[in-house]
């Protein structure tokens, strides 16, 4: 199984990216997808999920901001992140548990930079 994060870069305050998790070997619409991030110095944490019968949970610092949604032709899980701010600089990590094997999967990273 490998996920693989990709989207990120550097956006200036208020801009808005979205992040791609591609994956093979796991199937996202029989899964829970969910997006982390982390700071420097900081842990991990969650930030956005979205369960196999598309029901959603948000960190607070992402309500209104930040949707996490799916494509299950592509197989694909996305993260759009509006009104960007600096405190969003993190590497963003998309995160797979399989309702099939019942184990988590975790891909890289995608590092996403907001200046001020």
């Known amino acids: 199984v490998q996920l693989q994060a990709y989207g990120g870069g550097l956006v200036q305050a208020g801009g808005f990216l979205r992040l791609s998790c591609a994956a093979s070997g796991i199937i996202f619409s029989r899964s829970r997808s969910e997006w982390y991030r982390q ?13 196999n019968d598309d029901n959603t949970h948000y960190a607070e610092f992402a309500k209104g901001r930040f949707t996490i949604s799916r494509d299950n032709a592509k197989n694909m899980v996305y993260l759009a992140m509006n009104n960007l701010k600096p405190e969003d600089t993190a590497i963003y990590y998309c995160n797979a548990y399989s309702l099939v094997t019942y184990i988590n999967y975790w891909g890289q990273g995608t590092q996403v930079t907001v200046s001020s």
Do not use: F, M, N
């Open 39 to 51: 700071a420097p110095g900081e842990q991990r944490e969650l930030v956005a999920a979205l369960t």
